[in-house]
C-alpha cells in the first residue's frame, strides 16, 4: 500500500520569503512523485514531478523539490514567495504496481503582505 | 484541445434525489478516474477506469456508480443523494495507465451540495 502524509495544514509565510513545504510517502516499492497546486475555485494544476534520475527536481512558478529515498521525503521548496502563490499544495504518490495516485490531505500556503 | 471538462459546476440536491455529473476529455486518454475533496482529507479516489468497457471501484466507491462506454465521457451517478456526499468533485485523465509519461490531468471540478 501507498500513502501520503503531509505534515503541515497551514503555513503562513511573509511575502519574499522562502518556504518548505513537508511530504512524507510511504511504499515498499519504487514510486513516482508529484505536487500539484490548486488555486481557489481551480482544478488541480502539476507543479512538478519526479519519475526518476536526478532527485532535484525543478517545477514551474519557481519551485522545486528534492526526492529523498532515504528518508522517504519529497519536500516542495521555493526560495522567494510572493502574493500569487497562495494555494493549496496537494503532494501525491503512485508506486510502480499501483494504477492511481494518492494524495496528502494538503497544505494550504497563505503568503503575507 | 478543451482537456478535461465538467458540468455542472455547481450543484444542489435533495436528499434521495439523483443525478449525473458528466466528465469528457479530448486528449485520447485511456486513464480516467473521479476524486471528491473534502477539507484536511485531500483528493480520494472514487472510481476509475483504464479504457473503454473496463472501470473499477476506487478507495470511496459507496453511493457512487460509474460506466466507460467511450473513451472520451466517464460520468458518475449518484443514485440516491445523501449529505455525506455534499463535497467537490474532480475528474481526472492520463495516458495509458502503465506509460512512464503520467502526468494527470484535472477538471475545474464540480460542488455538490446535498440537503
Known amino acids: 500500500a501507498q500513502s501520503v502524509t503531509q505534515l503541515d495544514s497551514q503555513v503562513p509565510v511573509f511575502e519574499e520569503a522562502p518556504v518548505e513545504l513537508r511530504c512524507n510517502y510511504s511504499?515498499?516499492?519504487?514510486?513516482?512523485l508529484f505536487w500539484y497546486v490548486q488555486y481557489p475555485n481551480q482544478g488541480l494544476q502539476l507543479l512538478l514531478k519526479?519519475?526518476?534520475?536526478?532527485?532535484l527536481v525543478k517545477g514551474i512558478n519557481g519551485f522545486e523539490a528534492e526526492f529523498n529515498k532515504s528518508q522517504t521525503s519529497f519536500h516542495l521548496r521555493k526560495p522567494s514567495v510572493h502574493i500569487s502563490d497562495t494555494a493549496e499544495y496537494f503532494c501525491?504518490?503512485?508506486?510502480?504496481?499501483?494504477?492511481?495516485?494518492?494524495f496528502g490531505s494538503g497544505t494550504q500556503l497563505t503568503v503575507l503582505p | 484541445n478543451a482537456g478535461v471538462t465538467q458540468t455542472p459546476k455547481f450543484q444542489v440536491l435533495k436528499t434521495g434525489q439523483s443525478m449525473t455529473l458528466q466528465c469528457a476529455q479530448d486528449?485520447?486518454?485511456?486513464?480516467m478516474s473521479w476524486y471528491r475533496q473534502d477539507p484536511g482529507m485531500g483528493l480520494r479516489l472514487i472510481h476509475y477506469?483504464?479504457?473503454?468497457?473496463?472501470?473499477d471501484q476506487g478507495e470511496v466507491p459507496n453511493g457512487y456508480n460509474v460506466s466507460r462506454s467511450t473513451t472520451e465521457d466517464f460520468p458518475l451517478r449518484l443514485l440516491s443523494a445523501a449529505p455525506s456526499q455534499t463535497s467537490v468533485y474532480f475528474c481526472?485523465?492520463?495516458?495509458?495507465?502503465?506509460?512512464?509519461?503520467?502526468?494527470?490531468?484535472f477538471g475545474p471540478g464540480t460542488r455538490l451540495t446535498v440537503l
Open positions: 477506469s483504464v479504457g473503454a468497457g473496463i472501470t
Open positions: 501525491a504518490v503512485r508506486s510502480l504496481s499501483a494504477r492511481q495516485l494518492t
Open positions: 511504499s515498499s516499492v519504487s514510486v513516482y
Open positions: 486528449m485520447n486518454h485511456e486513464y
Open positions: 519526479y519519475l526518476s534520475g536526478s532527485t
Open positions: 481526472a485523465s492520463r495516458p495509458e495507465w502503465g506509460s512512464a509519461n503520467n502526468e494527470q490531468f
